[in-house]
């Protein structure tokens, strides 16, 4: 019988929660590396026994953990992340210029086909690869030094690279996002860039629809449709058919278009999720009601689910990497909270429980679907 | 043997219980114990100065009896307590938030 996985980042250490495909009783590991902040916990689409995590604390900086079998043993890979020449500056938040320096690793993403094989998307940004299993690393360069980067400013979380999507039928094929810099582009596998926000538009920057600056919260792709890329923006909520080169507005009938996560549902590539959350000054949801909304035009109409989910005095956060689906039918979909929560649904949104309910802050969920 | 004191998330990263004890060849130094701490658990690599640089990371500071030797030159001789194992060498997470 299939089952699932949940792999959970927090900000006091990982967790790991398991069960069969009914996806009911849940039995929940952890922590691991407790007391250090997990941006990211990841597994490889090749070998689902190996699993990487991105661990950090500002006292003693980055490690990166592996383990072979699933998360029950784990082992320091390594964490020597340097960018290649002389980095440079980017812009600080009130515009002046700032050295580039390492601060940690927020994402990580392994290959479709080599479980050695993985990206790191890091702060200050930039894309790093490993080909021996996380024991060495190298910065893909030409992102950072590609034009833009002097103008790079960082949102509010840091100047992160949070997103890194590889096309499965072609993996030269790259997109990443940055906050607050936006989407860029690779067709070589990352050796050449382009930025890739056009159709953004963000009243929050002094040229709205500059061709670099947006702050892009998150992307989402189905694996069978790598050309259309559902973004949660700062504020708006945007699709593009054509792998990034172009970009329009889907909000539609949300409440409020501001929010961090998104994801694409595993069986139905028009089947989008995202959890609205107030505005850039009020991090919770609208009313104190947690809802997620579908929908399954691919944007545009989008419903309300809220059986199970706390409909009064709720006011946490949904961050950007906390939403994750898996691939059993029917679909199950996943989030975590600020406040300790790992939802699940096994029904494609439809009904909603607690996993757990007393976690530290969720800063990631990744889910990998078992034989 | 010199013996060093770490943090308690360092002592879960290198796998010990206790302090550790090393064999510093030469002046012992602030330098001479992070190499040979570093050789004997690479674990601990980058987590207590930079791999690069060799600068100790900002939020990590090292005692010697109720000195704070954090700002010594990293090639400075540290007391003969320290080379002569009656006293261990601190590595110590500072203060800092909650």
């Known amino acids: ?371 | 043997m010199i013996r060093v004191v770490l943090p308690a998330h360092l002592r879960t990263l290198a796998q010990v219980s206790d302090e550790v004890r090393l064999t510093v060849e030469g002046p012992v130094t602030q330098r001479a114990i992070l190499d040979a701490l570093e050789a004997r658990y690479p674990m601990l690599r980058g987590t207590v100065r930079d791999h690069a640089t060799l600068q100790r990371r900002a939020f990590v500071r090292f005692f010697v009896e109720e000195e704070d030797v954090s700002h010594e030159p990293a090639e400075a001789p540290l007391p003969p307590a320290v080379a002569a194992g009656r006293t261990p060498f601190r590595i110590v997470g500072a203060l800092a938030g909650g």
Request: glycine share 12%; hydrophobic share 35%.
């Open chain 1, 1 to 371: 019988m299939s089952s699932v996985r949940v792999l959970v980042g927090t900000r006091k250490g990982a967790f790991v929660l398991t069960a069969d495909g009914k996806r009911e009783q849940w039995e929940v590991a952890g922590p691991h590396f407790g007391g250090w902040e997990v941006y990211h916990v990841n597994g490889s689409p090749a070998d689902p026994d190996r699993l990487y995590a991105s661990q950090s604390t500002d006292w003693f900086g980055q490690l990166i953990q592996r383990s072979d079998d699933g998360g029950r043993s784990w082992a320091p890979v390594g964490n020597e992340f340097v960018y290649e020449g002389v980095p440079g500056t980017h812009q600080w938040y009130d515009g002046t210029p700032q050295p580039w320096k390492f601060t940690r690793v927020w994402h990580l993403a392994p290959s479709w086909e080599d479980p050695d094989a993985l990206y790191a998307g890091v702060e200050d940004a930039a894309l790093f690869s490993s080909t021996d299993g996380g024991t060495t690393w190298s910065e893909l360069a030409g992102l950072r030094e590609h034009g833009s980067g002097p103008a790079w400013q960082p949102g509010a979380g840091g100047l992160c690279l949070h997103t890194i999507l590889a096309d499965p039928t072609d993996p030269a094929r790259l997109l990443v996002a940055i906050s607050a810099a936006g989407v860029f582009r690779s067709d070589d596998a990352g050796a050449s860039w382009q930025p890739a926000n056009k159709g953004l538009h963000s009243d929050y920057v002094p040229e709205p629809e500059a061709e670099v600056g947006h702050c892009v919260h998150k992307l989402a792709i189905h694996p069978s449709r790598p050309d259309v890329v559902f973004m949660q923006k700062h504020w708006d909520v945007m699709r593009s058919d054509d792998a990034g080169r172009t970009w329009h507005e889907v909000s539609g009938n949300l409440p409020t278009d501001f929010g961090f996560a998104i994801d694409v549902h595993a069986h139905e590539p028009e089947t989008v999720y995202v959890v609205p959350i107030t505005s850039d000054a009020e991090h919770y949801p609208p009313d104190g009601r947690l809802r997620v909304y579908r929908s399954r035009t691919g944007g545009g109409e989008w419903e309300p689910l809220t059986r199970g989910l706390p409909q009064a005095n709720c006011y946490v956060n949904v961050l950007r990497d906390a939403m994750a689906v898996d691939a059993l039918d029917p679909g199950g979909i996943y989030f975590g909270t600020t406040g300790g929560q790992v939802y699940a649904s096994a029904d494609s949104g439809d009904q909603w429980m607690p996993i757990v309910r007393d976690l530290p802050p969720v800063l990631s969920v990744e889910v990998q679907t078992l034989p």
